[in-house]
């Protein structure tokens, strides 16, 4: 059985003592180099990052990189781009394997730095790995398929005898991939790899809480045979590295994941830019979600719900497709779903042999941590504000979930002792029209609404400017067929939750303001963010 997020349950003692080994093994509180392309193993300011788990313990330092850093770094990768294109598809494409045998005899250490660095829990940060070489799967296979990308259209076997054929081209420049701390290994890796097999000179930009999964990446990379030049690693605030690689003239593209306001940041300097002459590619921008989750009478309404929860548990609701509403049909739903969520507050989630496996927040590297902490101090503080403004209203229903392990406190104002970013899941019912039911909170908050029709529960769906994920628990053939003709999300599933996409098995990418790639991840259209398609007619003998 294959590994994917429906399955880390099915993860036993022999992958968690491989896990742990790796995760011992890491260098706790060392100070890493950067690559501009060079080394610079120091610089006046550092990005110091502590474990948000247990906030005593420094994770990692690396130097700042400078503006002065990134204008090399930037003008060195694109100088490296004969090197880069005369290793020739079959060169990238070699790389490549040595790469994916690199990460895998790496694999438990880099999941461990996932652990480390944002709190994952190891299920899910070994899930984000083996995303990541199912991805690496897919392009080779694509590549294969296709014969280095190229698509006959015309074999020229009939008059007019041409021979006409489509094939992807590098971008002219160097791209960029501005990553999120959420998945810092496979959402810098899936858009770097994929940028350089088709020829681009490629920046890496980790995540400020996530740069030591961005030097693991860059050093497998340069080991499996990568040019150095043409994957520069650049590390430290976006105020100054991220504003420096969105206005550097030699840029062709900027990929980005993370928020809609970061995002709107990347638009507009790229649209300055384009006004005033400078050559600049639309960038491709994977921002986030308001993602419902709709429930009617036509379904095991129970299951539904422990399936959702489960499923806003996986990387502390810190996905952009983790559900963050959920909408009862009717009233007979809600209270069942409200019968269901007090024995899951009070027992936790069945496991398949009729026991309950308990909902525990703690330590992500411990083996039966359901949750770990939030990312950071803005995250948390946001938790406990929204919540604090929620709960003023007594007459809310709310319901608080998870027991926090042995050994750990809940975090108040001082960072001390083994404290960290915990805070415990909550869903709590509010009216669907509250304004936090349209903002995405990146938190473990689960806003239950209740609608008196189908058709009002999809407009609901609907309302948020989000369109990212949506799914619908009903086995009703009407109600499908109205979900999958009226919902406004590019990813939907039917009697399952939001998250889980797979390479191969789904693709991914949202509508509306959670995405502008105007294809989704996964797929061969995808390509399209890191190449020119040109199209070459040629007239044949006969």
Request: charged share 20%; net charge positive; glycine share 8%.
């Amino acid at each position: 059985m294959k590994t994917t997020y429906q399955s880390l349950s099915n993860l036993g003692d022999k992958e968690y003592r491989a896990f742990l080994k790796g995760y011992e093994k890491l260098p706790k509180g060392k100070k890493w180099p950067i690559f501009c392309p060079e080394p610079i193993e120091s610089r006046e300011k550092w990005l110091v990052r502590r474990n948000p788990a247990n906030l005593s313990q420094v994770a990692w330092a690396f130097p700042c990189a400078t503006a002065q850093d990134v204008d090399r770094a930037v003008t060195r990768a694109m100088k490296s781009r004969p090197a880069l294109y005369g290793m020739g598809f079959e060169g990238r494409r070699e790389a490549l394997r040595k790469l994916k045998a690199l990460f895998i005899k790496r694999f438990y250490t880099i999941i461990g730095a996932i652990c480390l660095e944002t709190g994952k829990t190891w299920r899910e940060a070994f899930g984000e790995g083996a995303e990541f070489l199912q991805a690496l799967d897919q392009l080779l296979e694509f590549d294969k398929r296709t014969t280095h990308f190229v698509k006959i259209l015309n074999d020229g076997s009939a008059p007019p005898f041409e021979l006409s054929y489509t094939v992807l081209q590098p971008l002219g420049g160097v791209l960029v991939v501005l990553a999120p701390f959420n998945f810092p290994s496979m959402l810098l890796a899936y858009h770097v790899v994929n940028s350089l097999f088709l020829g681009n000179p490629t920046v890496l930009k980790p995540a400020p809480e996530t740069a030591l999964s961005g030097y693991l990446l860059h050093e497998l990379l340069v080991e499996a045979g990568f040019p150095p030049e043409a994957c520069p690693l650049v590390v430290g605030h976006d105020s100054v590295v991220g504003e420096a690689l969105l206005h550097h003239p030699l840029i062709a593209r900027i990929i980005f994941t993370g928020s809609r306001k970061t995002g709107q940041r990347v638009m507009d300097v790229n649209t300055q830019l384009i006004r005033r002459g400078v050559p600049r590619l639309f960038p491709t921008l994977e921002m986030g979600g308001k993602n419902p989750v709709i429930i009617t009478e036509h379904t095991d309404v129970r299951k539904a719900l422990r399936m959702t929860v489960a499923s806003m548990l996986g990387a502390t609701a810190q996905k952009c497709s983790s559900p963050s509403r959920v909408i009862l049909v009717g009233e007979k739903v809600t209270k069942e779903a409200q019968d269901e969520l007090a024995i899951i507050a009070e027992k936790g989630l069945p496991r398949s042999d009729g026991s309950y496996a308990p909902i525990i927040i703690g330590a992500p590297e411990a083996k039966d941590t359901s949750l770990g902490p939030l990312i950071n101090a803005t995250s948390f503080k946001r938790y406990h504000r929204v919540l604090e403004e929620l709960l003023g209203d007594s007459s809310r229903e709310f319901v608080m979930l998870g027991t926090l392990q042995k050994g750990l406190t809940f975090l108040e104002n001082k960072f001390s002792g083994t404290k960290g970013y915990f805070v415990r899941p909550c869903i709590i019912w509010v009216d669907p029209n509250h304004p936090l039911s349209f903002i995405e909170l990146f938190i473990p908050l689960l806003l239950a609404h209740q609608a008196v029709s189908f058709e009002q529960a999809v407009a609901i769906a609907n309302a948020p400017r989000y369109g990212l994920s949506a799914s619908l628990f009903s086995e009703n053939k009407q109600e499908q067929r109205y979900f999958l003709e009226n919902i406004e999300a590019g990813v939907l599933y039917i009697e399952r939750p939001t998250t889980g996409a797979w390479p191969k098995d789904q693709t991914f990418s949202g509508w509306k303001d959670s995405g502008t790639s105007g294809a989704q991840a996964f797929s061969y259209e995808y390509l399209l963010n890191y190449s020119r398609p040109q199209v070459v007619t040629m007239k044949l003998p006969h």
